[in-house]
């Protein structure tokens, strides 16, 4: 299977390569560019083989192929086997290629009878792109996924335990497709720059494409941050870690280029910032994709591995300096003799709303390359900390509100100081009432910058059910029938435009939730033993009781926490620590591995609308590694069967003898008797750690609003 594997990635850069070149070469005949477009197709289903292929190998435990052995085990269940691949870093190169396939295919499809000029160097510039990364995993040391191992390992060293959540099974497949998906606007904008069509045709062909990337890269994002939330065990969301920044970048590039080019179709304006902006969001995504690979920065999402930073740097560099003169070079075609009438107009608006976006990219551009930019000039890499993003990223999304929701009243051109009364009367009203009841009837006073975010939010929100409202009114006044359908109908016959109303109200609750929980946020860590209670944020936390679980995998310390508030009951949770036992050439084999191999927490949670409630244990595990360490030894002298141990040992060492001189028979045997009474051993120590009354630190976390952040996004 890997000898196919390797002639089908060879077979998909070569079509690749020479799709590229004959779309160029031949671009003035339709033949030729027709036959790039099926290489396309072709590159598609190349690719598919060779995923097949290693999901084949990764369901039936095929360990000949480095990338099974090295992210998958015996044990690893099915569901994560079939994820496993991109969890590693030839499998994540796979399917990037492989959706680049399926992007360009689907592009070109759509464009078959469109953009006659434009679509060869298109058909080039993702072909180029694909041939790259199928390059990459041909060329590059370590990162073919089908290099295999001889002899092959009987067990892989699984899965990292940390990965072994749901959200992982979508996550990275959403944030690939949504760095992949910008490179279809992306080539379309350099086939019209280059033949110097640089109307709104390009924009209208690939806009949809646009939205898919931007949509995808978002809830990627989303996906990270709730798996960042309930798995690791710190109690957030977002630490900005220089891979989460990596992909948030060309998140807020994208969503001003899908603003800009509004202006763009409705005014012909705005050329030369759609054509800056597509260069700098595709730019951003290979960014994104040499921060995961390359090592340069710290980060829980790198793979540590900088086999293709170099080369991902090189390419970074051909887009970047290629693209800018190429836009330089072109500005008098992309200068338009139109401009902004008014500052009180949509298009003034979007245009401060895409200087707000460019200048929270820098600012977190900034704070992550810092510590490079520390290590060149002093020597020394120093990085900057969550504050300093917060104080300089808070005001900059306040404002973003504040002209999301102002943009939406305004129209095209310019606004008459009626109407201008009229659209902003409730809006400001709505708004006003917000500031007025937070600062009277909560803690908002204390916190300046959540209080005047949740005051524009409450104007935003306020702002685009007015607009929903108008609609409505006005449909039902001319066609009759009742408000419900005529919102339907409007709705309907105006997707863009409400569809685009709805993601202003969603990012609006999305930054509720996030000024809610990080401002008013309750973190404490606390000590108790069995029964033992303390108050957190006016709540009583009352540790029940411990409990143990061992099985082969993992061994897990956890403890049941009862939840009260004003002597009422609220809640039960249960949280632990699990720790799971090295696989395949990592393990000892000894009882001692229980505590050997990586760990994970699992959070005990209460979601509700007003809060959650958040608890972890971290118990004191040291009695237990002793004991373990101990029936290692005693384990030993049993398997060596002297003189006064138990019949019991006595027999397994007859069978492991048994097994030495014929293994096929005995082998199988000998193992699993003695994985039941290691099992054995550490049931025993784990029944005398839940009867030891030992305490156990929990950090206790109360965060409010924090539901209306995964409902937003």
Same mark, same amino acid.
């Given at each position: 299977m890997a000898d196919v594997g390797h002639v089908l990635l060879a077979l998909a850069f070569f079509v690749a390569a020479a799709s590229a070149v004959t779309a160029v070469v031949w671009r003035h005949d339709d033949a030729r560019v027709a036959l790039a477009r099926r290489g396309v197709y072709t590159v598609f289903g190349l690719l598919l083989a060779c995923i097949a292929i290693i999901e084949i190998s990764f369901a039936t435990n095929d360990f000949s192929l480095n990338i099974v052995a090295e992210h998958s085990s015996l044990e690893t269940p099915m569901f994560y086997k079939l994820a496993a691949m991109w969890s590693s870093q030839e499998g994540s190169l796979l399917l990037w290629a492989f959706v680049l396939s399926v992007a360009a295919s689907l592009a070109l499809y759509s464009t078959r009878h469109k953009l006659r000029e434009i679509v060869p160097w298109a058909t080039a510039v993702m072909m180029a792109i694909g041939a790259f990364f199928i390059g990459l995993m041909l060329f590059a040391p370590d990162v073919n996924p089908f290099h295999t191992l001889n002899p092959a390992p009987k067990d892989g060293i699984g899965l990292n335990p940390l990965l072994q959540h749901p959200s992982m099974m979508i996550h990275p497949p959403m944030l690939y497709s949504g760095y992949v998906a910008w490179t279809i606007p992306f080539a379309f904008a350099i086939g019209a720059l280059i033949t110097r069509r640089v109307d709104t045709e390009w924009i209208r062909a690939t806009r949809r494409f646009a939205l898919i990337a931007w949509t995808f890269l978002g809830f990627g994002l989303l996906l990270g941050a709730r798996w960042s939330y309930s798995e690791l065990g710190w109690g957030g969301y977002w630490a900005w870690d220089p891979v989460e920044n990596a992909a948030l970048m060309p998140w807020l590039l994208g969503t001003a280029f899908l603003h800009s080019i509004m202006v763009q179709e409705k005014r012909g304006m705005?050329?030369?910032?759609?054509?800056?902006?597509?260069?700098?969001? /595709?730019?951003? &995504?290979?960014?994104? %994709?040499?921060?995961?690979?390359?090592?340069?920065?710290?980060?829980?999402?790198?793979?540590?591995?900088?086999?293709?930073?170099?080369?991902?740097?090189?390419? #970074?560099? #051909?887009?970047?300096?290629?693209?800018? #003169?190429?836009?330089?070079? $072109?500005? =008098?075609e992309l200068r338009s003799p139109k401009r902004i009438d008014s500052l009180i107009s949509r298009e003034s608006v979007f245009l401060i709303n895409n200087l707000l976006l460019v200048g929270m990219t820098v600012v977190i551009a900034w704070g992550t390359f810092f510590p490079l930019l520390s290590e060149l000039f002093t020597g020394n890499k120093s990085s900057l900390a969550a504050p300093w993003f917060d104080k300089y990223t808070t005001p900059l999304a306040i404002l973003l509100v504040l002209f999301t929701g102002i943009g939406p009243l305004l129209a095209w051109r310019r606004v008459t100081w009626a109407s201008a009364k009229r659209v902003f009367r409730i809006p400001v009203l709505v708004a006003a009432l917000t500031l007025v009841v937070l600062w009277a009837f909560t803690d908002a006073a204390r916190k300046p910058w959540a209080l005047a975010l949740f005051t524009f939010a409450a104007f935003a929100v306020a702002g685009v059910i007015q607009e929903f409202y108008n609609g409505a009114h006005a449909r039902q006044k001319t066609s009759g029938g009742s408000f419900a359908g005529a919102l339907v109908a409007v709705t309907a016959r105006n997707r863009r435009r409400y569809g685009g109303y709805i993601v202003h109200i969603g990012i609006a609750v999305l930054l509720i939730g996030i000024a809610a929980s990080s401002s008013f946020q309750t973190n404490e860590n606390v000590s108790m033993k069995p029964g033992e209670t303390r108050v957190v944020d006016g709540r009583e936390f009352t540790y029940k009781r411990p409990y143990v679980k061992v099985d082969s995998?993992? !061994?897990?310390?956890?403890?049941?926490?009862?939840? $009260?508030? =004003?002597?009422? !009951?609220?809640?039960?949770?249960?949280?632990?620590?699990?720790?799971?036992?090295?696989?395949?050439?990592?393990?000892?084999?000894?009882?001692?591995? !229980?505590?050997?191999?990586?760990?994970? %927490?699992?959070? *005990?949670? @209460?979601?509700?609308?007003?809060? =959650?409630?958040?608890?972890?244990?971290?118990?004191?595990?040291?009695? #237990? @590694?002793? @004991?373990?360490?101990?029936? =290692?030894?005693? /384990?030993?002298? &049993?398997?060596?069967? *002297?003189?006064?141990?138990p019949k019991q040992c006595k027999d397994l060492n007859g069978l492991m003898r048994a097994a030495a001189a014929n293994p096929a028979r005995y082998e199988a045997k000998a193992l699993e008797t003695i994985e039941h009474l290691q099992l054995l051993s550490a049931e025993k120590i784990a029944k005398q750690y839940v009867h030891s009354d030992a305490a156990a630190t929990f950090k206790v976390i109360i965060n409010p609003l924090v539901i209306w952040m995964w409902i937003g996004g």
């Open positions: 705005l050329k030369v910032w759609n054509a800056t902006l597509i260069v700098a969001t /595709f730019s951003m &995504c290979l960014l994104g %994709t040499f921060l995961v690979r390359s090592g340069v920065l710290q980060s829980i999402h790198a793979f540590g591995n900088d086999t293709v930073g170099p080369y991902l740097l090189v390419v #970074i560099g #051909i887009v970047v300096i290629g693209s800018t #003169i190429l836009l330089v070079s $072109r500005l =008098d995998e993992k !061994y897990t310390i956890g403890a049941i926490v009862e939840v $009260r508030e =004003d002597g009422k !009951y609220v809640t039960t949770l249960e949280t632990s620590r699990r720790f799971f036992r090295p696989t395949g050439a990592a393990a000892t084999g000894g009882i001692a591995d !229980y505590m050997a191999g990586e760990a994970t %927490t699992e959070v *005990g949670l @209460q979601t509700g609308p007003t809060h =959650d409630i958040w608890v972890t244990v971290a118990p004191n595990v040291t009695s #237990i @590694q002793h @004991q373990l360490a101990k029936a =290692d030894k005693g /384990f030993e002298q &049993c398997v060596a069967a *002297g003189p006064g141990t």
